[in-house]
């Protein structure tokens, strides 16, 4: 049976007195801890003796009052100072709080090591620290079967049972993983909400949530926490949910290291497709390894800053919730190869600032319809640029108003008609033409403005729109070639000829 404070007080060669919070005398102490910390209750929890020589106790009366309640608040049964030694003076405000709240503050003399408090409630608690021990050792067990296949749920659920509580682990404010899928009960409801609204504080590992339910939070790519609920008639024991914690970031870093290698090998295959290098066979039974063989559709979205930075990570977020994917950046876009979905798209959409675009082509499911997918996602995606819609689809926007062609084979054939021998020139030559001409003309024809954007000296690019006047026939005096170079340019990079 755990050791009572008030038995612990009576014990004469502990040399401990009690200066208030008599009433909760009757708590019993599951463990005793030295901690020197300014903030205490983030590192023990319910049923814990706190010890200490004052030094991370505050001097003035105000924050002395908020130390004994924020210790209480975690379920911390008492404290233990040691007398004539680093604590300030304790001011009769922080006393009568103590008295208030039943918190029993207690002086041990200065020649008691605090070694032989923890003594005593160790030797009490012998029973309740072997079972406590032992669920330590089958909360590490569950480490045995870590592997690179992401068994999260499988996992949670297991810990859960040595716990007592339903686990969830939460990132981004939105919950990515739980035991079973579990999260409709209202407990687990209340405390993921009350995660989501609590601001992080610096240092702290630990958050404490409504009844009794805990968060950790847990190293790794993605910002996460484990969340624990108890049970009904449980409580939590801190230190056990930090080892589950542990556990549950070993087995996150042996799934990332898994994800990582998929998301090399589903780049390396979405390029083969669209090049048209991987044979129709062999390509089908990688996407059936990844659950893409059924109706897909690829999706792009302008290389830029913003989705550079979600992109790096968004392999994550679709293994998380479970949607297969190949994801690839080439040629000034982000390339996303996804079931046929509105579930894919809108995880897509929420992943990505909300400046970003995205172009999606009509649904496919034959390998050779790869790269022709990529054009129309393209061609998509340029429809929408300039306005404020987010999402091009293909089978939706073939039919765009305006004074491009209203097709993409259409668009293709008016750009390869006026740009053809630029396309073909930089493609033989490894030249910029194409990309100088439309800089060009975007600066309004401002040879200092374009030359600055390119990189070049002015004398440099006379020289390549001399070559466009030449390859085209068409003069860069004339509002009408202007006007036709301009469109040849819009419609090569609807039709996926030109970056954007």
Known sequence: MAITVGELVGVPSL?????AGASGLDRRISWAHVCELPEPWLWLGDGELLMTTGIGIPVDAIRQVKYVTELSAAGIVGIAIGDRMKSPDLHTDMVAAADRIGLPLLLTEAEVPFVALARVVANANDREEQARLATTERLYHHMRFLSQVDGTPQLLGGLGVELGATLALVSAGATICAADGDTGSPSVAAALAQLASTQP?????????HHGALAVRLPGPQAAALVAVPLPDHLLDIGLVQHAAAVVSAQR?????????ARRLGASLLTRMIDGSIDSAMALDELTERRLDGRRVVAVIPVDNASDAVWADLHHRFDDAGIANALLTRGGLHVALLPEDEEALTMLLQA????????????????ADSRPALLQATWALHQVRDTDRRVGRYAVDRQFSGFLPT??????EAARRCLGPLLRYDETKGSQLVVSLRVFLEENRSWARAASRLYVHK???VYRMDRVEELTGRKLSSTADVAELWMALQAAM??????F
């Open 352 to 367: 990505l600032p909300p400046s970003a675009s995205v172009g999606v082509s009509a649904p496919v499911d034959r390998v």
């Open 201 to 209: 504080r610096p240092g702290g590992a630990v958050i404490r949530l």
């Open 494 to 499: 609807a039709a996926g000829l030109h970056g």
């Open 253 to 261: 870093s042996a799934a990332t290291a898994g994800r990582e290698r």
């Open 407 to 412: 097709s993409l084979a259409d668009c293709e």
């Open 459 to 461: 004398q440099t690019l």
């Open 15 to 19: 040399g401990t007195r009690v200066v």
